[in-house]
């Protein structure tokens, strides 16, 4: 089995494009939030989100035509040259790599859903559904986030979106490492993309689990999430293949678990969570007081907070690491959010400091033990970092990332 | 690891393939509101609440109904029993195109059109999301291992089955129900309509697979309906009108399932004219083509499931290898190789 590096950091984010502006903006706990531009929001009682901020895709994109790609698969697109860019890989160059053995996979919540509301606006229209656009149709399937990164970089290897939701990245990130512990691949661009839409602004909104312009997890009195979006791709490569082209990499990432609560739509099951944790930790090799930091899932809403919150505690007892969410400072980025994380992880290892949790107030009494880096990033020696996706559906995965040895 | 298939859970409107006598396919009936015409396949008087009960069913969509029913039935025919002794290690993964174009689609028209648009409905929240019907059978059959949504539209199956023996050979899972679903909505139908200029029209169905590591099923003496040799995925832009291209794509999944295009006995393809010339390179005129669309029409991701179910009922060759190819128009490719023992043996593999 291949040892599987980070070796590389695209984010499209709402507090920054490019790991630079990214990593500063973590740093300084910059918040990304702001009132929604993107589409109309009369009617909305909430609408604050992280939304990506002067996106222009002819500035990163240089094969795909961003008017035959929805703004989704063009977030991923960016995001994965900017992870190949800071990773120094020239894929022109066969000295460096073989297309076939460099693939991709996308996690994402809504996949195309600008499209697809384009689509539906016209049939609105025109009380017709024969009024939808051949040309749209054909760019709102969700498997073409993973095409517009195989288009754009011309990758010959696998192109997959995978669909489980707000933890979709880890499952990417997941399937990736396997793929390269085996020698499937070479190199992997792995993470997620996803828009802010009206439909998942209603859906939230009608559940009651929406926060109205700031997102304060694990407080006492979080009120919910905050939408966000972006594209965040990590590139993944397997150890030999990035010191015998002079990379240097990141981080390893050194195993991942996967599980289903199986148990609600939407209500997250703190026993589920906990057990993935447990399993986590068991496929990477380590045990839970090895964690020296966790990204959490930390989207603020009481739910998802409480569950996770007790799971931490269950699994690390009653001194756990630093837990912090930068969900605060991002909203939740959905697809990309897990791959936001990772990036979170990785920096917090290579740079030495824990992301914070910022709008922090008063701490949830539920929740006393936690230490959630609350509003200001702190130095910390981070070796080894967890990091958390839950979903509804139910679906939990966690990465986790160690210093290089 | 060597992985097996044992068992089989089919739903679509052919009867057969369903083992439903007395199924319909009536696509014109399913809905009131205006579709193409010819209208497309869909099962007549497909009704959830009676098929599964009214317990956690309220809220189900047609995706998720077919998929609970497939994987249901799958679980039944392979004879697997999940309790809470194993359900942590047996999961799910399901290939779609969008999960559910219409629920999606239902759920941005309301934002469009209510006075307040917020005012959808939270019970339809998870069918507007990718993963709902994957859950949904999650819940519903108490599996707590991985469960994972694919959105690979025409390679949803094959993405499903790789994606399955990769999690399997990584020990992440000991049986995993794969497969894929698509339903017949007006959405679907009129998108598959406007997109082909009235060539193609829409089906659905749901065909599930119990996925296991070859030699559990073999230690448990437990009956294996096929062994999986090779499920790949690649990117070939270009592909629609290439049948090289697709040629060359069956090659490389024949060699890296350690066949030859004579041991051959069924593909399955997305049956256009490409797909046809590709198949007759490789194969010549002796292999038996898995046709669905003329009875089935535009299945999406869930065409290589039923073309797999369609290979396993067939009566005969005994002993017989099995090709699925499914690729999207910007390129995406995926294939799979099976072998599909003959009917005295509980084994496969030579």
Known sequence: MNRVVVTGLGPVSSIGIGIGDFGEALRRGVSGIAPIASFDTTGFPHAHAGEVKGFRPEEHLRRIDPRGWGRAGQYAAAAARLAVADGGLDLDDLDQADRRRVGTVVGTVGGEAPVLEELVAQEVAAGDMTAMS????????????????????????????????????????????????DGEADVMLAGGADTTCRWALAGFERLGSLASAACSPFDRDRQGLLVGEGGAMVMLETLDHALARGARPYVEVIGYGLNCDADHPVSPNADRIAACMRLSHERAGIKADEVDYICAHGTGTPANDAAEGRATREVFGEHPPPISSIKSMLGHAMGAASALGAMACTLAITEGFLPPTINADTLDPDLSGLDVVPNHARPATVRIAQNNGFAFGGNNAIVIFREMT | MRVAVTGSGVLCPDPVLSGEPDLRDAAAEVYDEP??????????GFNI????????????????????????????????TVDDGNRARVGLVLGTTMGSFKSTADYTRETLCNPRPYLVNPGQFPNAVINGAASYAAIRYGLRGVNTTLAGGRLGFVNALRYAVRTLRHGHADALLTGAVEEFTPDMAWATHLVSDGREMAGEGAAMFVVEPYDAVL????????????????????????????????REALSRAGVTAADVAMVGTAETAADEAAVREVFGDGVTHLRLVPALGQCGAAAGALQLA??????????????????TPDGAIGTAVLRVPGSSTTSGGK
């Open chain 2, 49 to 80: 609440r009676a098929r599964l009960g009214r317990k956690g069913t309220g809220f189900l969509n047609r995706a998720a109904g077919l998929t609970l029913v497939a994987t249901g039935r799958a679980i039944e025919d392979a004879k697997l």
């Open chain 1, 134 to 181: 051949p040309e749209l149709l054909r760019q709102v399937p969700t498997c073409r986030l993973s095409h517009a990164v195989s288009a754009e970089l011309r990758l010959e290897g696998e192109s997959l979106t995978v669909g489980t939701a707000c933890s979709a990245s880890n499952y990417a990130l997941g399937y990736a490492f396997d793929l390269l512990a």
């Open chain 2, 310 to 327: 369609a290979a396993l009922t067939a009566p005969e060759p005994a002993d017989r290898v099995v090709v699925l190819l499914g690729w």
């Open chain 2, 219 to 250: 230690q448990g003496g437990r009956r294996m309906l096929a062994e999986v040799l090779a499920a790949g995925n690649a990117y070939r832009p270009g592909l629609a009108d290439a049948p090289e291209a697709l040629a060359r794509c069956l």
């Open chain 2, 35 to 44: 579709l193409p015409s010819p209208a497309g396949h869909a099962i007549a």
